[in-house]
């Protein structure tokens, strides 16, 4: 069993910069795929970005694509989203999820693929 916990969400303004972690426990997660999600009020959860067990891929939605960057320290068993000139828009619960490695590659970008997630963080960005 995985427990994932994020950190790091706020309030901030347009054109600032959060880091979101996504701390894991229960076992390592060095063979697990990592994604970051966020809903927004009133709308369905969206993928945001994903990083294969090694970080050797990594993939990004269109919207945030130039903007944010995930990674991971699996000596730490953590992983990141580092997002930078932040727009009203990004404002969502942002969750992390993982999934142990070998499934498809394309299907990390869709939250049924993933076996444990995060409570979530709220990330607000006023304009």
């Known amino acids: 069993q995985v427990q994932l916990v994020e950190s790091g969400g706020g309030l901030v303004q347009a054109g600032d910069s959060l880091r979101l972690s996504c701390a894991a426990s229960?076992?390592?997660?060095?063979?697990?795929?990592m994604g970051w999600f966020r809903q927004a009020p009133e709308k369905e959860r969206e993928f945001v970005a994903v990083?294969?067990?090694?970080?050797?891929?990594?993939s990004y939605a269109d919207s945030v694509k130039g903007r944010f960057t995930i990674s991971r320290d699996n000596a730490k068993n953590t992983g990141y989203l580092q997002m930078n000139s932040l727009r009203s828009e990004d404002t969502a619960v942002y969750y992390c999820?993982?999934?142990?490695?070998?499934?498809?590659?394309?299907?990390?970008?869709?939250?049924?693929?993933?076996?444990?997630w995060g409570q979530g963080t709220q990330v607000t960005v006023s304009s």
């Open positions: 999820a993982s999934k142990l490695r070998g499934v498809n590659w394309l299907s990390l970008r869709q939250g049924v693929t993933y076996e444990y």
């Open positions: 229960g076992r390592s997660v060095d063979d697990y795929a």
């Open positions: 990083i294969s067990w090694n970080g050797g891929m990594t």
